[in-house]
């Protein structure tokens, strides 16, 4: 089932919406979204403390500059949505947003190298990007972004694979906006297995509180949402209800 299929299953009273707030990157992604409503998710993220902002690059320095001295991190997408750019494209596009500002990146990988088991392209791939990454200081986090709604289960396992012999960071589901779907437990909890040496983030489709708190148990260690808001307020509206 994907993120929205799942029956939102019970809040449970010991996550506190500071503790899940912890988890979300506060995401916007539309091609049109507007400075505005840019300057309303940083604050949104400041003010519910959500571990970053994620947003395309047209967005990064003014999003960096905006949460400058706050906790809350920078996060920049690189080659989204198709992740079919070239090795040299995606090391240039993730040096440029680290330049912005992005204290994380999140990248989507080559489909076809994944499909076609190319482990010496998609190795490669990673590996260029990662040390882009790595070579700042502080070290900047690297996510890979895998499409696991369109992959097989075979294919899942190979990308994540791959992902840990590169040392890449994150594995993370999806970017949200393949017609495939986007994160489902089932997922996250084979990610997690096959890539048990990096951490994993659900992405794409999750807008409930209890679809959020499904992911973290089935192994994930991020949210990537643009529900984020509503995902705080009904865990503290869940709250109220059992303080009454």
Not at 20 to 49: F, M, N, P, S, W
Not at 88 to 94: E, L, T, V
Not at 195 to 224: D, F, N, S, W
Request: aromatic share 4%.
């Amino acid at each position: 089932m994907t993120a929205s299929e799942l029956p939102t299953p019970a809040i449970e009273q010991s996550v506190s919406a500071e503790n899940l707030a912890k988890y979300i990157d506060h995401t916007l992604l539309r091609a049109e979204a507007t400075q505005a409503e840019i300057l309303r998710l940083c604050d949104e993220a400041v003010a519910h403390g959500f571990h970053a902002v994620c947003v395309n690059p047209r967005w990064l320095s003014f999003v960096a500059d905006r949460l400058q001295e706050t906790p809350v991190q920078v996060a920049g997408v690189v080659s989204l949505p198709l992740g079919a750019d070239t090795t040299k494209i995606k090391a240039a596009q993730a040096q440029d947003a680290i330049y912005a500002g992005a204290d994380e990146i999140d990248m989507v990988a080559d489909l076809a190298a994944i499909i076609e088991a190319d482990a010496k392209y998609l190795l490669g791939q990673l590996t260029a990007v990662l040390r882009i990454c790595r070579v700042m200081r502080p070290p900047v986090l690297l996510k890979v972004i895998i499409e696991s709604a369109a992959l097989t289960h075979e294919q899942k396992v190979f990308a994540c694979q791959i992902a840990q012999q590169t040392g890449v960071d994150f594995v993370k589901t999806s970017t949200g906006l393949h017609p495939a779907g986007g994160a489902t437990v089932e997922d996250v909890r084979l990610m997690k297995e096959a890539a048990p040496k990096c951490r994993i983030k659900a992405a794409g489709g999750i807008k409930t509180a209890g679809q959020a708190l499904a992911m973290l148990q089935a192994g994930a260690e991020r949210i990537g949402t643009s529900a984020g808001v509503a995902i705080i307020e009904e865990i503290r509206e869940h709250d109220r209800g059992i303080r009454q």
